[in-house]
């Protein structure tokens, strides 16, 4: 069989299998193809996660009352887009920040996004919040009274931005190919490229009562990315035969980003905290109850049984990994 014949057997047994996968009648579980891919949850964490959970764990250990802290606008000041017109830098480094303050055990007021308890509190201006059911049906349901000074207040802010994106610090490349004189004998070529930019912050923390700046910090990370790639151009009598292969990566701009702001928070709580930099972690607490996922305030006092513990845990809550979760019908 020739190479041409061999080529054609190929992709129609490639699009036979592939139309088996799809199917335009929807199953018996109304999907028309199961998507692919099993990688489960895992914690979204940096190098500097470790050092915010051991945060926690020393202002427990010491009794330390931590101060209450909001976070306000880290917005990207870059001014980059992509070429379709999106932002090249996550507008979510607020979130961020609240999820390293988490980790490290510091007790959070909201101040970024308060559209929710704006409302609820205008619905029990006007006596129309209740949260006990009425006595009797019918009856009027006794409404949310609003008292003063019910909401506490933050001691600091957390306010910043991203303020720098660099693309192309430096590059590197190599490109080889070869082959012989005659063309029909084919030929081979080689390639690859390493480059590097990176992403820097301004972050700052501010008493909130007097609105004195009492810390700021500055960092950039580098950030690398590589490619490789291999090819081979060839004649088969009358046969052509034109292979290539190669593999890119691009260290996550994003969770750079991410890596940057607890960075950011691990200074300033070490700060407040009156921790001893580092070896703040040379011990620890056996009643740990937050993770890299982030912090946690239990409802009730179930400290000796809850999760806190297994947040991490890629396996746990999920239906294919975890022996716990009931495998009934869904």
């Not at 909001?70 to 507008?91: L, W």
């Given at each position: ?13 490639s699009a ?97 996004d308060t ?49 720098e994106l ?165």
């Open positions: 069989m020739t190479p041409v014949r061999i080529a054609l057997a190929l992709c129609s047994a036979l299998m592939l139309s088996g996968c799809v199917s335009p009648v929807s199953g018996a579980r109304g999907l028309y193809a199961n998507p692919i891919g099993d990688a489960p949850v895992t914690s979204n964490a940096t190098p500097y996660t470790t050092a915010l959970v051991c945060l926690a764990e020393f202002a427990r250990a010491n009794h330390v009352k931590a101060p209450r802290i909001a976070v306000g606008r880290i917005a990207d000041y870059t001014g980059k887009a992509e070429d379709n017109g999106g932002r090249a830098v996550t507008q979510g480094a607020s979130l961020m920040a609240m999820s390293a303050l988490a980790k490290a055990g510091v007790p959070l007021v909201e101040r970024y559209s929710v308890s704006e409302l609820e509190l205008k619905y029990a201006n006007n006596k129309l919040i209740a949260d006990q059911p009425p006595a009797s049906p019918g009856a009027a349901a006794p409404y949310r009274k609003i008292l003063a000074g019910q909401i506490p207040g933050s001691d600091f802010y957390v306010v910043g931005g991203v303020t660099n693309y192309n610090i430096r590059s590197s490349g190599l490109d080889v190919a070869g082959g012989h004189q005659k063309a029909t004998s084919g030929s081979a070529e080689v390639t690859g490229k390493l480059y590097v930019m990176n992403v820097a912050v301004d972050l700052r923390l501010v008493e909130t009562k007097t609105q004195e700046v009492v810390d700021v910090v500055s960092y950039q990370k580098q950030i690398v990315g590589r490619e490789v790639g291999a090819g081979i151009f060839s004649f088969f009598n009358t046969s052509v035969i034109d292979a290539s292969a190669g593999e890119g990566a691009l260290e996550p701009m994003q969770l750079a980003v991410r890596s940057l702001i607890e960075r950011g928070m691990v200074e300033m709580v070490s700060n407040l905290y009156g921790a001893p930099g580092p070896r703040a972690c040379m011990a620890r607490d056996p009643l740990e109850t937050t993770g890299p996922t982030g912090g946690f305030i239990p409802a009730y006092n179930n400290l000796d049984q809850n999760n806190g513990r297994t947040r991490a845990d890629p396996s746990r809550w999920n239906d294919h990994r975890d022996r716990d979760v009931s495998r009934g019908r869904y």
